[in-house]
C-alpha cells in the first residue's frame, strides 16, 4: 500500500517537495480492527492550515507521518464482528491507499442510494457545515435575503440550495468563473451569481443588497464587500477564510469594520465538529433533500494518490466545481 506523508512545513503555496509518497506493507487486522481499502479521499481546505505548526482547533499534521482526512473505502478484511467485509465505510484515514483502523473508527454507510463520495461531501462534513452555519449560526429566518463566497464549492453550493429550501427570499453567491456562476444559477436556484474575477466583488454585490445573512468561505474583499452590503442587524456565519490561506503574511482585515457598529451587525465564527447534536437532524433533513431532487452536487475528481497533492493544490486555485475529490 502507500501513503503520503509530509516531509516539510510549507511556507506560503505548498510545492509538490513538501510531500512524500511512502510504500507500506499491507497489515493484516488485529481483534476488533478492520483494514480497508480506500475507494475515495477529500481535499480540503482546513488541510493547509494543519500543514502549519501552530496550534488550532485540530493538532498540526506530524512530519514524516501520513496526512490524514476524510475518505471512503471497502472493507477488504475484518477482525470485528460489527463491521464485516465487502461494507462500505467513511473514516478519517485517507491520503493513502489502505487504512488499517479500530472498527469503532470506522462509519458504516447506506450506498444503496447514493455513491459512497457523498459521504464525503452533500451528505458528508460540507454539507453538515452548510446546514449548522445556515441554522445555527447565522439564525436564518423565512424572507432573508443570503450572500455566500465560494459559492460553487462544496459547502458554497450546498449552502446556496439549503438556503432556499430554508425559506430564503433570495439567494446570491460567488464563484470565479462564468461556467460556475451559470452552474449556480441555471442548476442550483440561485437567484443572482457574481463572477469575483470579472469586477470587483465590492461594486457588484452594492447592486444586490442589502443582505440579512452572509455566509464567509473566503474572507478578504468577499467579507468588506459583504459588510458594506449587509442590511441593518444582518449576521455573518465565519466559515473560512480560503482568500488567505496561502499568504505567507497576515493579510489586512475589511476597511469598513466601523460599520459592524452603525449596522449593528453579528458575526460568529463556527467549526462544524463543535456541533455534532445537530447530525441526525443534518441526516434526517438532506436525505430527504437528496430522495426528493432538491438538494444536488458536481464532484471533480481526481484519479490516483499519485495526484493528491495536485488536486489538494487544485482546490485551492479553483480548479474544482463542487467537491474536490480524488479516486483511488
Ligand atoms: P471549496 O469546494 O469551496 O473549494 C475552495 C474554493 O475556494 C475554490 O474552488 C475556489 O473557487 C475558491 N477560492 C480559492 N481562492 C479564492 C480567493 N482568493 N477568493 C475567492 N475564492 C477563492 O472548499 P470547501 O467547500 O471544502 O470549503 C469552503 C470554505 O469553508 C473554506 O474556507 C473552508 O476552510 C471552510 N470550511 C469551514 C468549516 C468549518 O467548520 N468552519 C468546515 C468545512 C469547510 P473559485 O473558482 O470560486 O475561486
Known amino acids: ?19 512524500r509518497t511512502v510504500e507500506t506493507e499491507l497489515p493484516d487486522p488485529g481483534p476488533d480492527e ?3 481499502r480506500n475507494t475515495f479521499m477529500s481535499v480540503d481546505p482546513y488541510m493547509r492550515g494543519r500543514m502549519n505548526d501552530v496550534k488550532s482547533y485540530v493538532p498540526p499534521f506530524a512530519l514524516d507521518a501520513p496526512l490524514d482526512g ?6 477488504v478484511a475484518s477482525g470485528s464482528t460489527d463491521v464485516r467485509v465487502g461494507d462500505t465505510v467513511l473514516h478519517q484515514a485517507g491520503w493513502r491507499t489502505h487504512a488499517l483502523l479500530p472498527a469503532r473508527a470506522v462509519r458504516r454507510v447506506d450506498v444503496s442510494q447514493v455513491p459512497a463520495s457523498a459521504y ?12 449548522v452555519g445556515l441554522t445555527r449560526v447565522a439564525e436564518l429566518k423565512e424572507g432573508d435575503t443570503v450572500f455566500v463566497s465560494g459559492a460553487a464549492g462544496a459547502v458554497g453550493s450546498a449552502v446556496g440550495q439549503m438556503a432556499r429550501l430554508l425559506g430564503a427570499s433570495k439567494v446570491i453567491g460567488s464563484a470565479g468563473s462564468p461556467e460556475k456562476c451559470a452552474w449556480l444559477t441555471d442548476e442550483l436556484g440561485f437567484d443572482v451569481a457574481l463572477d469575483y474575477k470579472a469586477a470587483p466583488i465590492g461594486r457588484q454585490l452594492r447592486e444586490h443588497g442589502p443582505v440579512d445573512v452572509y455566509f464567509d468561505n473566503v474572507g478578504g474583499d468577499h467579507l468588506e464587500a459583504a459588510i458594506f452590503a449587509m442590511a441593518d442587524f444582518g449576521r455573518i456565519a465565519a466559515c473560512g477564510a480560503i482568500a488567505d490561506y496561502n499568504a505567507d503574511a497576515p493579510v489586512p482585515g475589511p476597511r469598513n469594520l466601523m460599520m459592524m457598529v452603525s449596522k449593528r451587525l453579528t458575526m460568529r465564527g463556527f467549526i462544524v465538529t463543535d456541533h ?8 434526517r433533513r438532506a436525505g430527504a433533500w437528496v430522495a426528493d431532487g432538491s438538494l444536488t452536487w458536481r464532484e471533480t475528481v481526481v484519479d490516483g494518490l499519485d495526484h493528491a497533492v495536485d488536486a489538494f493544490l487544485g482546490l485551492h486555485r479553483g480548479d474544482n466545481t463542487g467537491k474536490m475529490l480524488v479516486r483511488l
Open 1 to 19: 500500500s502507500r501513503e503520503i506523508h509530509l516531509a516539510s512545513r510549507p511556507h506560503g503555496w505548498p510545492t509538490p517537495e513538501n510531500f
Open 34 to 36: 478492520v483494514l480497508v
Open 70 to 75: 476524510g475518505a471512503v473505502g471497502e472493507v
Open 120 to 131: 464525503l461531501g452533500a451528505l458528508g462534513m460540507p454539507g453538515m457545515t452548510a446546514y
Open 276 to 283: 455534532g447534536d445537530a447530525t441526525s437532524e443534518f441526516y
